[in-house]
């Protein structure tokens, strides 16, 4: 099946801890994103990678770091600098360019205590 | 910088068809709609997307206006499965990647 997979579901860590959330893809797709979402909010845009072994700041980046060794991965560390980390976390993946659509996995909610 | 104006929330009627408004007067010329929706605490899931032409799928139909300047998504006969939040974007952003930004979308409630 082909698809793209955040994993784990929940996650719990105390604060001043980093922690990395996983984010495959066996889509062969270019394009991998990382979003987070507060609650009855939309999604804001924390990095993205267009091709392997590089990635660039999105609108709020600070905080966290990714790294982009492989294609099907996109690991994203919050680090004890994210002052507000709990939330609700999503990957994407596309061809990357105009007229295609990405394809979310089903997130991982963190909390942070 | 919301680039789409969509209303907060709306109700149907299960069985009837929903009809779900999107303002995007700023929209470029290389910049298509897509729609996505949310089921609570699960990743978005794509709908559909158009640029200029009506579009239809298995999921819903888009309508786009002729100046480009609005849409709407149908969801022909909609279920209790479809109540969810359905977000209107344009784009997708060039200077990001593609990526696609997302607003508040509305919040569609299908009642029996």
């Known amino acids: 099946d082909g698809g793209i997979t955040q994993s784990p579901k929940y996650l719990f860590r105390k604060e001043g801890q980093n922690v990395t959330l996983s984010c495959e893809q066996n889509?062969?797709?270019?394009?991998m994103y990382w979003y987070r979402q507060d609650p009855g909010q939309g999604l804001r845009l924390i990095y993205y990678s267009q091709i392997v072994n590089d990635f660039q700041k999105g609108d709020i980046a600070e905080g966290y770091s990714v790294s982009r060794e492989k294609k099907e991965s996109f690991p994203l560390t919050v680090t004890s600098a994210q002052k507000n980390p709990t939330a609700f976390y999503l990957c994407?993946?596309?061809?990357?360019?105009?007229?295609?659509?990405?394809?979310f996995g089903q997130g991982t909610r963190l909390t942070v205590v | 910088d919301a680039k789409t104006t969509q209303p907060p929330s709306m109700d149907c009627a299960e069985g009837r068809a929903a009809n779900l408004p999107c303002n995007h007067s700023t929209i470029s010329g290389n910049e298509y709609v897509y729609w996505y929706r949310q089921i609570h605490s699960q990743g978005p899931q794509y709908i559909i997307h158009?640029?200029?032409n009506n579009e239809t799928n298995e999921m819903a139909s888009l309508i786009i206006t002729e100046d480009r300047k609005s849409s709407t998504l149908i969801l022909p006969h909609a279920t209790l499965r479809d109540t969810a939040v359905y977000y209107c974007i344009v784009g997708p952003n060039s200077n990001s990647g593609y990526a696609l930004n997302f607003g508040k979308g509305t919040s569609l409630l299908v009642t029996p």
């Open positions: 158009g640029l200029k």
């Open positions: 889509l062969n797709h270019d394009a």
């Open positions: 994407a993946s596309s061809f990357g360019g105009v007229n295609t659509e990405a394809f």
